[in-house]
């Protein structure tokens, strides 16, 4: 492996781009922001969870050797993970639900993503980005500058419908296969960052915590659920 080639792969939320990564990182070589299927200039998913999983593992150039992913695309990380648990040396997990396990609460989900999905066909990606913004969990970002939420918001708008439906229909939480087997038996080093202020995600960060002791957690107080758009430089720190 050369200096110039990148060592670290990044994955950004659902609703985001690669471009999600810019405030937290720079243009080091070692640095590989992607779209994931269905956002950006990604083309759309094809297949279930697992297919999306393989053809995605089958672009990672050989010589990244990390994985950093934040909520969906720390879904993604984890699926990865399970897939091919032996590729990746380390992995950083931001904010990120390892999966259902009851079936009540998969089938409400589903439920839940099929609304969305609903939303985006039949009205378009500005009434889905506007009843997508008033959800609770992305309460702390209110407080944020204008100019910071304006382009999270264009980011936003400037997505595919379709391409966000089909990434739910093929990557949303209620189709993800539990990953909390995946955490016990990973065999390379497991960091998992969350914000103090996200307390359903620090109620599961702690529960992968006393599944795998050895998990390196760290919890950003003040901070929500997004560390990359909330607290960019002290991700980095994190990061790095």
């Not at 050989?62 to 990746?88: D, H, K, N, Q, W």
């Not at 040396?89 to 439920?111: F, K, M, V, Y």
């Not at 980005?129 to 204008?146: A, D, G, H, I, Y």
Request: proline share 8%; with cysteine; hydrophobic share 40%.
């Amino acid at each position: 492996m050369t200096s110039g080639e990148p060592r670290c792969l990044l994955l950004h939320g659902f609703t985001g781009d690669a471009r999600d990564w810019l405030p937290c990182s720079d243009s080091d070589a070692k640095w590989l922001p992607i779209d994931l299927p269905g956002h950006g200039q990604a083309s759309d998913p094809r297949g279930g969870f697992d297919d999306v999983i393989r053809a995605l593992l089958a672009t990672i150039p050989e010589c990244v050797e990390t994985i950093v992913g934040y909520s969906l695309g720390g879904r993604v990380a984890l699926g990865m993970l399970r897939e091919a648990p032996e590729r990746f040396r380390q992995a950083t997990i931001i904010s990120a639900h390892p999966g259902l396990t009851e079936p009540e609460l998969r089938a409400e989900r589903l439920d839940q993503d099929l609304s969305w999905i609903r939303l985006l066909r039949r009205q378009g990606i500005e009434a889905f980005v506007q009843s997508w913004e008033c959800q609770p969990l992305f309460e702390t970002q209110r407080s944020l500058p204008p100019d910071v939420l304006q382009r999270q918001r264009e980011r936003r708008l400037s997505q595919r419908p379709e391409g966000l439906a089909g990434a739910l229909e093929s990557l949303g939480l209620g189709v993800m296969p539990s990953a909390w087997d995946v955490l016990r038996d990973y065999p390379g080093r497991l960091r998992w960052i969350v914000g103090g202020e996200d307390r359903k995600f620090l109620a599961i960060a702690q529960r992968v915590r006393s599944l795998r002791p050895t998990t390196e957690v760290a919890v950003m107080a003040g901070i929500g659920h997004n560390p990359m758009l909330e607290a960019p430089r002290a991700l980095r720190r994190l990061l790095d």
